[in-house]
């Protein structure tokens, strides 16, 4: 069992930045990859973007390329996601998850064994 809680979530302007972490509760060196989903009022939990921990390699949904960067802090057990250029549509619920299951890219709801509670961020002027 591993616990996963998010923080660093908040309201900021459009084009602003903001940096999520996730913080697991024992050591991730077993872990496949820990990614990152967002949920906005009324959509689907859509994937955001996942890092594979042992050999750093990531990938990223379309809509967030460019502008979002996730990375890992092995010695803090730590993902973070850093969040830049923001837009109004960038406002969701911000969920952490982390998988044991082999398969890359892992960038479905249900490639992911555990969940943190997730953090709000509002992009609004």
């Known amino acids: 069992q591993v616990q996963l809680v998010e923080s660093g979530g908040g309201l900021v302007q459009p084009g602003g930045s903001l940096r999520l972490s996730c913080a697991a509760s024992?050591?991730?060196?077993?872990?496949?990859?820990l990614g990152w989903f967002r949920q906005a009022p009324g959509k689907e939990r859509e994937f955001v973007a996942t890092?594979?921990?042992?050999?750093?390699?990531?990938y990223y949904a379309d809509s967030v390329k460019g502008r979002f960067t996730i990375s890992r802090d092995n010695a803090k057990n730590t993902v973070y996601l850093q969040m830049n250029s923001l837009k109004p549509e960038d406002t969701a619920v911000y969920y952490c998850?982390?998988?044991?299951?082999?398969?890359?890219?892992?960038?479905?709801?249900?490639?992911?064994?555990?969940w943190g509670q997730g953090t709000q961020v509002t992009v609004s002027s």
């Open positions: 998850a982390a998988t044991w299951k082999s398969g890359w890219p892992p960038r479905v709801r249900l490639d992911y064994d555990y």
């Open positions: 024992r050591s991730t060196f077993s872990t496949y990859a």
């Open positions: 890092i594979r921990w042992r050999t750093n390699s990531t």
